[in-house]
C-alpha cells in the first residue's frame, strides 16, 4: 500500500506534478485569485469568461489541485453544510430554499461545464445513497428524511428507501433501510481539477504554480517574488486559510482520510451489486463516504485524526496505520465481499470549518478582498456556485446569485488554542461513543444530539 503522495487519484494520473511557472516578479492583474482549487478556478473561469478583457492571474503556493479539490472523495453534491437554521437567519425559509435549489442547479451546471469543454473527469449523475446499518441508524435516517421534507425539500429530492428497494441497488453488511437522492454526481476529483485548469487557461487566465501569497492586504497579495497589485484578490485558501495573517481562527482545517481497494473481481462486484454507481454513505455520526469509482475500485472516506494542534496542515497526505485500519475494517464490515480486495493507497487532506459549520461567499468593495469557502466537506459543487456568486459580486451584477443567504456572511471566530484542540477532539471521540451505544442499544443516543447542540453542528 501507498501512502500520501497526494493521493490516488493524482497517481492514477501518472502522479501529480508542478509544471506551471512561478511569479517571476511584481504584476498587476484585474481579478487576482490566491488558491487553484475548485473556488479559485472556478472563478477564474466564471469571471474570464463573463469578461475576456480583464486580466485574471491565479497564485497558487503548490500545484492546481494540492489541496482537498485533488483529494477528495468525488462526491459533486447537491447538499451543503451547515444548520438550516443559520441560513434562515439571513434569508428565511424562502432563502434556505432558494439556496438549497441554486445548489441542486449546481451539479448539473458542473456536468454541463464538463461536457462543454470536454473534460473526461468520469462525471456520472448517479444520485446518493445513505445506507442504515442497525436500527439506530434506520431511526435516525426516518427523522433525517422527514425533517428535509419539513423543510420543504420533495420525495423526488430525497425519499426513504425500504430493506428490499434498496438491496436491489446494492448489498450492504447490517443494512436496516436506506435514503436516496438524485442531486449527487460523481466525479474524478484530480481529473475535473486539472481538466478546468486546462479550461481556464485557454481563455486566457494565467495560472502560477510554487507561488506562494504571505499576506493579502486591500488590492494586494505579497509574494516571494513581488506584489500582484489588482482591483480584486481572491481568497480561495480553505483548509490553509489560517496561514494567513489575520486569519488564524477564520477556519479550521479538519483533516479527512480515505483508502482505496484494488480494482474488485467481477465475483465480487455481482455479489455487492451497485451498478449504478451512487455515491454512499452510512447513517452513522462519524460517518464514512464511498465511491464506486470508474475502474472499478472502492475508495471509502472518514474522519480519521480529525485535526491538528494550533492548525498546522500536513504535506502530502501520509496517512496513520490506525486511521487506514479502522477504514478498511468499515469497508469489510459493509461490504464482506470486498474483504480479500488489497488496499492500494491511502491519503488524506484538510478541508475548511467555520466555527457555525456554515459556507460563506463575501466581497468587500472597499478593499476589494473577496473570498469564498467554509465548505466542511462539501466544497466540490459549493465551489463552483461561489465562482459564479464571485463573478457577479466583482463585476457588480445584480443577480439572483448574490441575493443567496450565504453572501455576505460572516462566522464567528474559532476559540484560541489549546481550547480548540481540546473541543474539536472531544467532539469526534463523542460521536464515536454515541455510534458504539447506539449499535449496542439499537436505539438514537441522546448524547449524540447533545454533542450536536454543543457543537452547533446540526
Ligand atoms: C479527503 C477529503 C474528502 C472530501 N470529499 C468531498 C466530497 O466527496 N465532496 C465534496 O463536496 N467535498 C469533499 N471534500 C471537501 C472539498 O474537497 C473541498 O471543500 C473543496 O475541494 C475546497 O476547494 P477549495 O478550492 O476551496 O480549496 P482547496 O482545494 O484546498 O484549494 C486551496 C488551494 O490554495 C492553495 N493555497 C493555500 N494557501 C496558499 C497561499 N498562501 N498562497 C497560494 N496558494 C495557497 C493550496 O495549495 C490549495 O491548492 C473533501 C475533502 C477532503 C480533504
Redesign the pocket.
Known amino acids: 500500500m501507498r501512502t500520501g503522495e497526494l493521493g490516488y487519484w493524482w497517481r492514477s494520473l501518472g502522479g501529480a506534478v508542478a509544471s506551471r511557472a512561478p511569479l517571476a516578479g511584481p504584476a498587476e492583474a484585474d481579478v487576482a485569485i ?8 472556478w472563478t477564474a473561469y466564471y469571471v474570464k469568461r463573463a469578461q475576456p478583457q480583464l486580466r485574471v492571474v491565479v ?19 447537491g447538499f451543503f453544510s451547515g444548520p438550516a437554521r443559520v441560513y434562515e437567519r439571513r434569508g428565511g425559509r424562502d432563502g434556505y430554499l432558494a439556496l438549497q435549489r441554486a445548489m441542486f442547479d449546481t451539479v448539473r451546471e458542473v456536468g454541463a461545464v464538463v461536457a462543454e469543454h470536454g473534460i473526461e473527469a468520469d462525471f456520472l449523475s448517479a444520485g446518493q445513497l445513505t445506507v442504515a446499518i442497525g436500527e439506530a441508524q434506520a431511526s435516525l435516517l426516518r427523522r433525517y428524511v422527514s425533517e428535509a421534507h419539513e423543510l420543504g425539500l420533495s420525495e423526488h429530492d430525497l425519499r426513504e428507501l425500504g430493506r428490499e428497494e434498496l438491496a436491489e441497488r446494492l448489498v450492504v453488511g447490517g443494512a436496516r433501510s436506506g435514503a436516496f437522492t438524485p442531486h449527487v454526481a460523481r466525479v474524478h ?1 484530480a481529473k475535473l481539477v486539472s481538466g478546468l485548469a486546462r479550461a481556464v487557461e485557454n481563455l486566457g487566465v494565467v495560472i502560477h504554480e510554487r ?4 499576506e493579502i492586504r486591500a488590492h494586494e497579495a505579497l509574494t516571494p517574488a513581488g506584489t500582484v497589485r489588482a482591483r480584486w484578490v481572491v481568497r ?6 489560517a ?2 495573517r489575520g486569519l488564524r481562527r477564520a477556519l479550521v482545517p479538519m ?4 483508502i482505496v481497494t484494488e480494482p474488485l473481481s467481477p465475483t465480487a462486484w455481482r455479489e455487492i451489486g451497485w451498478a449504478g454507481a451512487e ?1 454512499l454513505s452510512d447513517g452513522a455520526h462519524a460517518y464514512v ?1 464511498l465511491q464506486r469509482t470508474a475502474d472499478g475500485r472502492i475508495a471509502i ?1 472518514g474522519r480519521g485524526k480529525p485535526y491538528r494542534f494550533a492548525s498546522r496542515t500536513d504535506g502530502s497526505g501520509a496517512t496513520s496505520q490506525a486511521t487506514v485500519e479502522r477504514l478498511r475494517a468499515k469497508l469489510r464490515t459493509m461490504f464482506p465481499a470486498a474483504a480479500g480486495a488489497a488496499v492500494e493507497h491511502a ?6 470549518v467555520p466555527r457555525d459549520w456554515c459556507m460563506s461567499v463575501a466581497a468587500d468593495p472597499a478593499s476589494g478582498i473577496a473570498w ?2 467554509g ?9 463552483n456556485l461561489a465562482g459564479r456568486t464571485l463573478r457577479d459580486l466583482l463585476l457588480g451584477e445584480p443577480s439572483e446569485l448574490v441575493a443567496l443567504p450565504w453572501v455576505g456572511r460572516r462566522s464567528p471566530r474559532w476559540e484560541p488554542e489549546p481550547l480548540r484542540w481540546g473541543e474539536i477532539h472531544a467532539v469526534y471521540a463523542l460521536y464515536r461513543q454515541a455510534d458504539r451505544m447506539e449499535a449496542a442499544s439499537g436505539r438514537p443516543s441522546r448524547l449524540a444530539r447533545a454533542i450536536d447542540a454543543a457543537s452547533g453542528r446540526v
Do not use: D, I, K
Open positions: 490566491v488558491g487553484g482549487g475548485f473556488t479559485g478556478l497564485l497558487e503556493r503548490e500545484m492546481v489541485g494540492f489541496g482537498a479539490s485533488g483529494r477528495n472523495g468525488g462526491w459533486v453534491s476529483p507561488t506562494p501569497v504571505q480561495a485558501t480553505e483548509g490553509y486559510t496561514q494567513l483533516n479527512s482520510s480515505m455515491l463516504y472516506g491519503w488524506s487532506g484538510v478541508l475548511g469564498a469557502g465548505y466542511v466537506g462539501e466544497g466540490v459543487a459549493a465551489a
